[in-house]
């Protein structure tokens, strides 16, 4: 087994659409084959609840964590701020919102840190300096392990990061965006209007940026590779599509891997360091996700997976 690829658990819709016992069962299922990380937020899923707010999925994580003896020690906790209340009245990136929406999490995943934070969505209303020195501050007192930034543009990264440089601070080591293997025509709208999209230029700030993670979301396109019941989106309505989806059948039926354990193979084990996250729903789907672990594609495999578009 690849164990160096690493699959993260969405658990978006942990507590909402998936009730507490069934999320207690992914969550068992994933910890029993080996699963390290499980990627939440505290906005998780407001538009699945009554209320209109989040944190349900934060909530039934940190009972698990709770009722679960040792599960703590051997799960990773990845969770964002700054988008409750999205869309009309997002938290926001500044020093109070931050600090009120880590607390938040903290107490509802039942933990005294997190291994990463990210702040979720962009706030340009604060100053940058602002969200960095909050966010630099979680990590020196620690209650966060490492920092990430969601939905931004490449170059509001980049600022970010020199300012927590020059101020001594921890800063973004990790970047949460929309990717897959299947590609959207550029600019033309996502049925999720909020997902920001990795481009090349994502790829190129990877590559020349040490120690620098991608968190890909979104990876199954909904479970568009292979189920009739979910249509792609219309941005993927181009003749790539179906060059791509060819050339993913032709390395699926020669690995004899599944069309979304080729997928995750594939966006784990390029030259960058890209951790897919999926948004599994059952126990099977599961199983599914984590046996891209096991796929290893060849460099033949991978270049003419590459060059199909
Ligand atoms: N940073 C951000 O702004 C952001 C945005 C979106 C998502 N995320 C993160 O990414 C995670 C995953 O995202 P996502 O839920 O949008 O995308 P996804 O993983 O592409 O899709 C999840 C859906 O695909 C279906 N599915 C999953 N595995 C399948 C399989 N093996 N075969 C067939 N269908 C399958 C399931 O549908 P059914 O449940 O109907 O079976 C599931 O709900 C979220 O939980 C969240 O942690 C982050």
Redesign the pocket.
């Known amino acids: 087994m690849a164990t160096d690829i690493t699959i993260?658990l969405?658990?978006?819709?942990f507590g909402t659409?998936i009730d507490h016992a069934q999320s207690f069962d992914l969550l068992d299922h994933y910890l029993d084959l080996g699963g390290e990380w499980i990627?939440?937020?505290d906005n998780?899923a407001f538009w699945m609840d009554p209320s209109g707010r989040g944190g349900q999925s934060e909530t039934v994580i940190g009972r698990w964590l709770d009722q679960r003896p040792g599960a703590r020690e051997r799960v990773r906790i990845s969770t964002?701020g700054g988008?409750e209340g999205f869309p009309d009245n997002a938290d926001g990136l500044s020093g109070p919102a931050l600090t009120k929406a880590l607390g938040g999490s903290l107490d509802r995943l039942r933990t005294e840190r997190v291994e990463l934070y990210?702040a979720?969505?962009e706030d340009r209303s604060v100053p940058l300096a602002e969200t960095v020195e909050t966010l630099g501050g979680f990590v020196a007192d620690g209650r966060v392990v490492r920092l990430g930034v969601?939905?931004h543009p490449t170059w509001r990264v980049d600022r970010a990061r020199e300012i927590a440089r020059s101020r001594g601070l921890a800063g973004y080591s990790a970047i949460?965006?929309?990717w897959?293997y299947l590609q959207p025509l550029p600019g033309f709208p996502l049925p999720?209007s909020?997902?920001?999209h990795a481009t090349p230029e994502t790829f190129d700030y990877l590559a020349s940026t040490d120690g620098m993670w991608l968190w890909a979301?979104?990876?199954?396109?909904?479970?568009g590779?292979?189920?009739a019941d979910?249509p792609l989106p219309d941005a993927y309505d181009h003749p790539g599509t179906v060059r791509r989806l060819a050339a993913l059948d032709a390395v699926a039926a020669e690995t004899g891997a599944?069309r979304?354990q080729v997928v995750l193979s594939w966006i784990a084990g390029g030259k960058a360091a890209v951790a897919p996250?999926?948004?599994?729903?059952?126990a099977?789907?599961i199983t599914?996700?984590l046996g891209a672990r096991g796929v290893r594609l060849t460099a033949e495999q991978r270049t003419r997976l590459d060059l199909a578009c």
């Open positions: 993260v969405g658990a978006l819709a659409r990627d939440t937020a998780y964002k988008a990210w979720h969505i969601s939905n949460q965006l929309r897959s999720q909020a997902h920001v979301y979104n990876t199954l396109l909904d479970g590779y292979t189920r979910r599944t979304n996250i999926v948004g599994v729903t059952t099977a789907q599914e996700a």
